[in-house]
């Protein structure tokens, strides 16, 4: 390869394109050139963009590409992609049947051949194809215990020398306790087929996989249960007695000994059911992924290799540690919270039945004990709460104090004194946390049990009692509880005035949507709810008069003679939970029992946001659900989660001070530190470690095996529990440096590059491809020639539209790109933007949407084969409607197809099965889908050019839009070089460490001092094609390790 200077090439909107030249050997034809388009330019032009202006352009370079497998680039690529896969695909022909399982097994530590009418010791198995199943035992270790591999000739058992060692096993694993594939000395390059299901968990137990050197192996892999697929795919019930499944889940060594041969047989059933699944799924998979390119990109997946040294032990070690600390910080607070409660409540005046927070907890105290013990005495002046706190035995712990009580208990969310949007948060036993909305009318009126029964001009006939009781069952019986109900409408008055009395509020009820003659009905039906709420005098009469106003200026709809009206007295809770929204929904008054007839996504719309209080039942007040991010329905278990994060951040949550006066940041620490402990809460439990025997010759290095299910998703995109999900660095987030824990061993080096925006180019360029030439629509130019200092690049452009931070624009861009509409688009901005009232969130929310996908519209495609007029929906007038089209169009097709490899869309969700519906997951499946053929792709290039130039490199790992390569030091450059010939990366990064930017220290509350200071990892180089061209002359030849320098441990 050469690159030289080349003249700047600019295309029919002034998007700058690849050299002529390169032009002609990619596609085997002279590009005209290109004129200006005057229509496109001006079509781009009425949605804000000047494509007329010419930018300078960036230096463009020639690259003189090996010589093509064919006339043009896709050619070229199915020769090499067709040539890499066919020694695998070669070795699936050759295994037509599997022999007959063999009815003895022996107990012998190592390999056992077992032949027709024999059985023999060997080192491995020496066939090139192989169906294979391992098993652990659960209790002992992750090591594998047994293992059966199948070929057309023999069946191949291997028993671990630890079910036969004397010695007790312990939890860590040794090189030595793997399964071996290759004698000692053997070379390790000849291809080799194992088919399994779930692979990846068998791989991970294989030796030679921990070897640096890449393997020509293939695995194959499934997510669902072998049970429930070989099920599926063959038509009949599974070989397996599921009770020997057990034996290895909760069994000992001496239960597989005793049970060896029923074990080993079953073992041996797992390989034959893999086989004969297998078999009806490769002739489908053939006929729904044609392209050699698909093949070799999932054998390449399975792959994924990540190196570790002993810096992966330290970090543990500090993670815990840090955890640990931040834990023991919380509970600190806590305790005191816990102290205070206690100190200012636990009087004889019964104090705590006056807090909105604290009535509901448990007050009651043992009887006063016999013996006069100090201990005693003072457990007998503790209410239950606070004793269920206190170490067991509580006798010899209760100077300890609380000493149990964390974040996720029931009681933390109290003693924070925690509010939700202005209204103090409860707890109902089946409902789980939510806010209480006043305004329920306890029947019948005047019941002694919930009214004042005495009248003055300060207190109204029929007010309701100031606190009155209510029961709250549990597992201890039923408990009376006293429910303070003028001091929750304390808070709840400043919310029904922010809520509903305000000038929105009679906007909003002015401009209803589809005015009803219960809205004047149900205004009424508040106001006389209002009038017997145990409030001062004046106060009531100021809401009573705010809320006339609301439709003093509204025309009252008159009432159909002889026509009844549903009761609307328990729409007042949605009124008040929804506020001005309540009038938007046309839908307002649908009845309960209706709901559950309509659709799903009606049922949604219709879903009710105040229900009746449960236990304990509150007649006074409906109960309003906090948001749960897994979608309506979902009761919330705490509100000190993850997901409530933004809404601390916010002020929708928020710690109320206990004397009502200033601000109180307990729940703001509280929630930050477990915030900063939830991720390696979560991540530590998927971390295991090899820390006897890593590496060899005593060095501490070792290596770790994703198990990656390379096409885990509908979408196809891979799929594992800890790598491909784990967040990069944060320094809010304990432990979240872990990917930088993946290190090279001496000598060798990261190399690798991110997509930017891959999923957004790709939508791009198939709109585009409607126009016929690259930025044709808006959305495409905006991609590709945006600019985000111009503020002409699409995030800037949609946060300047509706008037929020470019951050948040991108999140709705995305989001909208993966199906999302007008409802979820709301959302989204009432999340960003706390303050926004909710018609103004609507209409930000409208105005984007019109802006962007446009507007839905019929067109006539006229006459059908049968003579029926045909129609069709399609958008217009938006920046994104011809990306929508044209991904729409995809989608709707009677065979769903990427465009560039031909992969299909599922059986579940091809238009035959669901007609119209889940287009949204469909849209999402054409760029999902196309960006994993991409990143095929890329793979199959890397391969060959690894192969052509003799490069020591293996894929890392790859992250959805993020490639990385471990390679030799020497050759770090060249891989570099062939990363930008494969496709052009703004920059490829080189580093001794696996982190999205080479030069991030990665500082985190578990390494604070840097990944420099502790674990004296350099910075990487973050390269450009300029820089990459200067380092190594432009050039790409067969690699001379014995001509360079020795590596370095420098990146």
Known sequence: MRFNKQEVVFNEVNIQMIDRRLQRQLFAKPICSYKISREACERLRSHGINAFDRCEGETPYYIDLPRLSGSN???????????????????????????????????????????????????????????????????????????????????????????????????????????????????????????????????????????????????????????????????????QNKA?????????????????????????????????????????????????????????????????????????????????????????????????????????????????????LDWSKPKKPANKTEGARFLASLPKWYRELIPKPMKDNYKSGPALITAQMKIAPKLLRLC???????????????????????????????????????????????????????????????????????????????????????????????????????????RRSVEVMPLDLNIVKRLVSSLKSISANSREEPIEPNKSLPPIYENLGELQARGVLFWENRDRYEADHLVRWTSASRRKKLRRWATDTINPEIPTCWFCPLPNEAGTGHPVGSPLSKPFQVHIASGRLYSSPPDGKGEDHSADQILRDHIRASFWQSYSKRVIVLKRGMGSCGRRYGAILPQVIAAGTISRRAVEPLWLTASNADPERLGSEIKAMVQAPPGFCLVGA?????????????????VGFQGGTPYGWMTLEGSKAKGTDLHTKTANLIGIKRNEAKVLNYARLYGSGLEFTKHLLSKFQSKLRPEETSLKAEKLMRATKGRRVLVHLGKGSKGEVETKHIWKDGTESCVFNALEAIARSPEPRTPVLGAQITRTLTPKAVKDDFLPSRINWVVQSSAVDYLHCLLVFMAWLIKKYNLRARLCISIHDEVRYLCDQRCADQIALALQSVAYFSSVEIDTCLRKDPLNDCKTPSNPDGLGATYNVPKGRSLTIAEIIKRTGGMMEPFDYEACAPATNDA
Not at 98 to 106: A, F, Q, R, T, Y
Not at 439 to 448: E, Y
Request: hydrophobic share 35%; proline share 6%; glycine share 4%.
């Open 754 to 770: 991110d997509v930017d925006s891959q999923e957004m180019w790709i939508a791009s360029l198939i709109g585009d491809s409607v």
């Open 420 to 526: 939700w949007k202005g209204l103090p948060l409860h707890y109902d036993q089946t409902l789980k946390w939510g806010t209480l909305i006043p305004g329920r009318v306890p029947k019948p009126v005047g019941d002694p049990r919930y009214y004042d029964q005495s009248q003055s001009d300060e207190s109204p006939a029929h007010q309701i009692l100031p606190i009155f009781k209510v029961t709250k069952t549990s597992a201890a019986g039923v408990d009376e509880l006293m429910f303070p109900y003028r001091e929750y409408l304390h808070y709840w008055r400043k919310e029904i005035e922010e809520r509903l009395c305000n000038v929105s509020s009679r906007t909003a009820f002015e401009a209803r949507t589809n005015p009803d003659p219960r809205d004047n009905l149900l205004l009424d039906e508040l």
């Open 73 to 239: 680039i896709k050619q070229h690529f199915e020769s090499i992609a067709s040539r890499l896969s066919k020694p695998y695909l070669q070795l699936i022909e050759r295994l037509p049947s599997l022999p007959e399982i063999p009815k003895n097994w022996k107990l012998l530590s190592g390999w056992t051949a077992y032949g027709k009418d024999s059985h023999f010791r060997i080192d491995c198995p020496s066939d090139e194809i192989l169906v294979f199943d391992t098993e652990v035992l659960v209790n002992e270790s992750h090591a594998p215990i047994i293992a059966v591999a199948a070929s057309s000739d023999f069946w191949y058992l291997w028993v671990s020398s630890r079910l036969l060692s004397s010695t007790r096993s312990t939890k860590s694993v040794a090189m030595d306790d793997l399964i071996r594939f290759y004698p000692d000395g053997s070379p390790l390059s000849s291809p080799k087929c194992i088919i399994g299901h779930f692979v990846s968990y068998d791989r991970a137990r294989i030796f030679e996989e921990y070897l640096i050197e890449s393997l020509d192996w293939i695995k194959g892999a499934s997510l669902n249960s072998l049970l429930d697929v070989f099920k599926f795919y063959c038509q009949k019930e599974p070989y």
């Open 244 to 360: 020997l499944r057990a034996l290895f889940e909760k069994g000992s060594k001496g239960d597989v000994i005793d049970n060896f041969q029923a074990l080993a047989t079953y073992c041996a059933n797992d390989v034959k059911m893999t086989f004969e699944t297998f078999k009806n799924l490769w002739k489908l998979y053939q006929e729904r992924f044609p392209h050699p390119a698909t093949f070799y990109g999932l054998l390449e997946m399975g792959s994924m290799y990540l190196p570790i040294n002993s810096s992966w032990i330290d970090f543990q070690e500090r993670a815990n540690q840090s955890y640990d600390d931040l834990n023991e910080k919380q509970k600190r607070l806590l305790r005191r919270l816990a102290e205070d409660a206690l100190q200012k409540h636990n009087g004889n005046d019964k104090s705590y039945e006056k807090d909105p927070w604290l009535w509901d």
